[in-house]
Structures are given as structure tokens and as C-alpha cells.
T-cell receptor, first 111, second 114 residues
Framework: SQTIHQWPATLVQPVGSPLSLECTVE??????LYWYRQAAGRGLQLLFYSVGIGQISSEVPQNLSASRPQDRQFILSSKKLLLSDSGFYLCALETRGVGAFFGQGTRLTVV | AQSVTQLGSHVSVSEGALVLLRCNYSSSVPPYLFWYVQYPNQGLQLLLK??????LVKGINGFEAEFKKSETSFHLTKPSAHMSDAAEYFCAVTLSDSWGKLQFGAGTQVVVTP
């Protein structure tokens, strides 16, 4: 069965510090992967998606970037965090014909 | 562009009572529609989906939803609420064949009272 690993579960970072959130999946190959953010007042928002290694599409302009260095690895990064980057970050995996499955998320608080 | 509207940000139901969560969509073409549930500090779990096969869709945990094109609705119901149904519920839509590219509603928080 497919599994999504996200870490860390919680993170508190100062404004201006860098960020790296990792998502790895198991039990599938060549998956479509997604980063969503859930923030107060902004609901669930698709940030990036990837259909393969090195292929990244950005849905909204922002302070974040994403990379996919390996087939089952999806990384969300920032060079300098802003207060507005606080939120709950969810990695998702698409199973064709079934739907999107989400990881347990990382709660980021920028202070 | 497609979107979904969930009516009611908070719903309180008694244990054993009907759960009804409303979702209306806006789309110029037939969409794919989904309901997800989220428990505190956890990811989203897929409850059910509509993909133009049957209009009445049955999902996990006793939930079902009916697609009504004439009303552009996809309301979620459960005949008898259980305490474990307390969570936040999200309706989502996509027009693409990528079912991971979802447009979510604002969510409905369900509280179940004894």
C-alpha cells in the first residue's frame, strides 16, 4: 500500500530563516505529488505539483519553492521565511483513478 | 474556472441524528467532486468521490453524497451521527484528469453532542 512520510511534524522557525520540508512516498512509482498549505483565513491552497523528477509547477506566486530530486521525494523550501508562511503544510500523492491521498502534515509556525 | 461553496462553517448535531453537509459547485463542464475529512492536526482522508458514474455515491464510515446537476450540488449525508464523526469536512472539485489538483471549499466543522 502507498505511504506518505512528512517530517518534521511541527516546526517553529524565526522570520528570515531558511526552510526545508521533506515528503517521501512508498509503495508507488512515478507518482504525481502535490504540496498544499492550510492557513487560517485562506483555506486549503495548492502550492506546487510535480509529475516527475525535476518537473515542478507552481500554482501561486510566493516565497516558497519546490524540488523533486528523486521519484519519490518532494521538497518544499524557502530561503527566508515570512510570518505569512505559517501554516499546515500537506504533501499529497495522486493515485490515478482513485484520488489524492494526504500525508499527516507539518505545522510550521514562523515567529 | 471551477469552485465549491460549503454552506455553514460550523454544524452541530446530536449523536444519532442526521448529518447533512452542503456543497455547491460552480463549473462550466461536469466536474469531479470529492469529500474529505480532517481530524485535528492530521492530514485529509478521502471519504468519497463523484466521477460521473452513479449520482449517489457511497463512501467510508457510513457517509454518502448525491450529485444533483440541476442544483449544482453534492451534499454529504450520514443517517446517524457518531461521536467519532466530529471533524472538519471539505468538499473539493477538479476539472482535470489530475485528481490531485483540487479546489477546496472553506470547510465545515462538525460537532457531535451526546
Amino acid at each position: 500500500s502507498q505511504t506518505i512520510h512528512q517530517w518534521p511534524a511541527t516546526l517553529v522557525q524565526p522570520v528570515g530563516s531558511p526552510l526545508s520540508l521533506e515528503c517521501t512516498v512508498e509503495g508507488t512509482s512515478n507518482p504525481n505529488l502535490y504540496w498544499y498549505r492550510q492557513a487560517a483565513g485562506r483555506g486549503l491552497q495548492l502550492l506546487f505539483y510535480s509529475v516527475g523528477i525535476g518537473q515542478i509547477s507552481s500554482e501561486v506566486p510566493q516565497n516558497l519553492s519546490a524540488s523533486r530530486p528523486q521519484d519519490r521525494q518532494f521538497i518544499l523550501s524557502s530561503k527566508k521565511l515570512l510570518l505569512s508562511d505559517s501554516g499546515f503544510y500537506l504533501c499529497a500523492l495522486e493515485t490515478r483513478g482513485v484520488g489524492a491521498f494526504f500525508g499527516q502534515g507539518t505545522r510550521l509556525t514562523v515567529v | 474556472a471551477q469552485s465549491v461553496t460549503q454552506l455553514g462553517s460550523h454544524v452541530s448535531v446530536s449523536e444519532g441524528a442526521l448529518v447533512l453537509l452542503r456543497c455547491n459547485y460552480s463549473s462550466s463542464v461536469p466536474p469531479y467532486l470529492f469529500w474529505y475529512v480532517q481530524y485535528p492536526n492530521q492530514g485529509l482522508q478521502l471519504l468519497l468521490k463523484y466521477t460521473s458514474a452513479a449520482t449517489l455515491v457511497k463512501g467510508i464510515n457510513g457517509f454518502e453524497a448525491e450529485f444533483k446537476k440541476s442544483e449544482t450540488s453534492f451534499h454529504l449525508t450520514k443517517p446517524s451521527a457518531h461521536m467519532s464523526d466530529a471533524a472538519e469536512y471539505f468538499c473539493a472539485v477538479t476539472l482535470s484528469d489530475s485528481w490531485g489538483k483540487l479546489q477546496f471549499g472553506a470547510g465545515t466543522q462538525v460537532v457531535v453532542t451526546p
